[in-house]
């Protein structure tokens, strides 16, 4: 079997590297003698001008360096000042400058020097997400020709969107270069397939094979999946928090998001509060517990965020809270993954309410972790990816407080043989489209080379 080499942001570094993504394809990295190449998340001032070797993981690790005015430009700048509010549909939220998207393009255009002498004629190249979009071009232009695929990990956005770029066509013929775009969901491929008609030049001859500005390339809806046993057993495992039910003695409902303004935590603080103004017979018998690690820090609308969500939790405990009962806790800071494992099993309530998001693992995890013979509830944004497949959640528009408020009414009612009903077939999604079945899903399709019409 051919060298897989992957391509990420990131590389996956520390002693329990990047989860998912690593336990799915260390099997295939390690048997084929695979390589990872990625930055190791410190800026350096003069960059080294070949990959640098970084050994201690069974597969070969590589990393590219970034100068701090780099990281502003094409992390900081085009990736997540740009691309990231467009493909979630924030356009509102982006700010463009000429200087991100020079940036971003020249390092994309290093990463693939220094990478091309590190390529063998029949690897297969896999590139992640929306950090190297241009990745494949420059590949190509160095002569690589092996066959390289992008799985991009968030949504595709509407021509809108897309067009509120400043160079949306180009982002189309970046992606025309890959021999496989993978995308989270099936919504994602009908928008690219609208970008592509829009902004570019598509031929569509049917079942993902496509030609976009006159290149053949592939197309292909694959859910990206978590490692359901392990988290199932992490969740097993884990000590019960008894505080929490002694300090409450209150239903626990749960919710675990980066603090990114796509994941819609103030929307679901309102619903809460709707939900408290609306029901007095809930006060003290439901308890939120919200945790949101800070992300992106340094772009202002990450500011914005924060302190909306802090206000607004201030706001509602201030209104209902008693000497016994604090209706919401939030927690600004990341959590041990098995403590969060405990304790999706101990909430009645999983809330999953991005307004927008690629697939959402979240939603996974919380199903993965439940007692099965007492499950608690998913409640799952319909802008999730995840509500594509996971439609036994509660699924719901997060934009409507009152519609999330009795979704949570309803969630704390729903009898156990419903509970345990809607999670069995949850689970069986949960297990059966794992993220080893995902990377299988991707590989075999990027293997299948496109066929020229
Ligand atoms: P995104 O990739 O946009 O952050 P996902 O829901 O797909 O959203 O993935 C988030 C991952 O980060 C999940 O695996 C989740 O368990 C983890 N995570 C989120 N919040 C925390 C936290 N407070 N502490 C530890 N891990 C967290």
């Known amino acids: ?53 970084l050994p201690g993981a069974p597969f070969e690790r590589a990393a590219f360096d970034l100068t701090q005015e780099e990281f502003d430009g094409y992390y900081r700048g085009y990736a997540n ?22 940036t971003y393009r020249a390092v994309n255009a290093r990463i693939a020097r220094q ?5 063998r004629r029949d690897d297969r190249i896999w590139v992640h997400d929306f950090h190297l979009l241009p990745l494949a071009q420059e590949l190509r232009r160095l002569g690589v020709e092996a066959p390289i695929g992008l799985f991009l990990h968030i949504p595709f956005p509407d021509v809108h969107n897309l067009s509120a770029l400043s160079n949306g066509a180009e982002v189309i013929d970046w992606l025309s270069r890959y021999d496989l775009v993978g995308l989270q969901a099936d919504r994602d491929v009908l928008s690219f397939l609208d970008c592509a008609w829009q902004l570019g030049n598509l031929e569509d ?15 292909a809806s694959c859910p990206i999946g978590i490692d359901a046993e392990e988290f199932a057993a992490a969740a097993r495992d884990a000590p019960r928090e008894d505080r929490l039910r002694s300090l409450t003695g209150a239903e626990l409902m749960i919710g675990v998001d980066r603090l990114d303004y796509s994941k819609g935590i103030p929307q679901r603080f309102r619903a809460f509060q709707e939900l408290l103004e609306q029901h007095e017979d809930l006060h ?7 945790i949101a690690p800070p992300t992106r820090e340094a772009i202002s609308a990450y500011q914005v965020i924060r302190e909306e969500t802090e206000h607004l939790a ?27 494992a405990g304790l ?7 809330l999953v309410t991005p307004l927008a998001d690629g697939m959402n693992l979240v939603a996974k995890e919380y199903v993965a972790a439940q007692d099965p013979e007492d499950p608690g509830v998913l409640i799952l944004s319909r802008f999730a990816g995840a509500a594509e497949m996971m439609g036994e959640a509660l699924i719901i528009n997060p934009h409507d407080p009152c519609e999330l408020a009795l979704a949570m009414a309803e969630a704390l009612h729903m009898p156990r043989t419903e509970r345990r009903r809607r999670w069995e077939r949850l689970m069986h999604v949960v297990q059966t489209q794992d993220v080893r079945w995902w990377s299988k899903r991707f590989l075999s399709a990027l293997e299948r080379q496109p066929i020229p019409a």
């Open 314 to 340: 201030g706001r509602i405990n201030g209104q209902f809270a008693t000497i016994n009962w604090t209706p919401i806790r939030y927690i600004h800071r990341p959590l041990p993954r098995d403590t969060l």
């Open 344 to 350: 999706y099993r101990q909430a009645a309530i999983g």
């Open 115 to 119: 990478l091309a002498p590190r390529l």
């Open 284 to 290: 003290e018998k439901i308890a939120f517990l919200q």
């Open 81 to 102: 000042s740009e691309l990231w509010p467009i493909f979630h549909g924030r356009a509102d939220l982006c700010d463009i400058r000429p200087e991100h998207l020079e």
């Open 1 to 53: 079997m051919s060298r897989l080499v992957c391509v990420s942001n990131r590389l996956p570094l520390g002693p329990n590297p990047a989860g998912g993504l690593v336990v799915a394809l260390k099997s295939a990295l390690t048997e084929t003698g695979g390589l990872w190449v990625g930055y190791r998340g410190e800026v350096t001032e003069t960059p080294s001008d070949s990959l640098i070797d």
């Open 205 to 219: 001859f049917g079942k993902g094979r496509l030609k976009v500005n006159g290149r053949h390339m592939r197309i």
